[in-house]
């Protein structure tokens, strides 16, 4: 089984930066799509950023411009750095990883455990 370890949440105040890291914990085989989601109080889990392993990236309209996702493929690790943070980034950020554990196996996803991001206003 697949574990990810993420680290680098926090509290913070708005227009601070923070960087997530997650990493997977034993050997894979290989890791296609990398992602960061949060999820806010009352609201469902929504998609923050992606990165493919040909390091195309994808983002949310409302973290443009503010974060960045990059990834190590020797560490098998994915960062997320958000610059200017509001407080509307408050959410707890989950990684993501869709990754085959064996050249025969098929490719699953794999969720972190979640950290906390606290924006003060």
């Known amino acids: 089984q697949v574990q990810l370890v993420e680290s680098g949440g926090g509290l913070v105040q708005a227009g601070g930066s923070l960087r997530l890291s997650c990493a997977a914990s034993?050997?894979?085989?290989?890791?296609?799509?990398m992602g960061w989601y949060r999820q806010a109080p009352g609201k469902q889990r929504e998609l923050v950023a992606t990165i493919t392993s040909s390091m195309n990236t994808n983002y949310a309209d409302s973290v443009k411009g503010r974060f960045t996702i990059s990834r190590d493929n020797a560490k098998k690790t994915v960062y997320l750095q958000m610059n200017s943070l509001k407080p509307e980034d408050t959410a707890v950020y989950y990684c993501?990883?869709?990754?085959?554990?064996?050249?025969?196996?098929?490719?699953?996803?794999?969720w972190g455990q979640g950290t906390q991001v606290t924006v003060s206003s």
């Open positions: 034993r050997s894979i085989f290989s890791v296609n799509v």
């Open positions: 993501k990883i869709a990754a085959r554990l064996g050249w025969d196996k098929p490719s699953l996803d794999y």
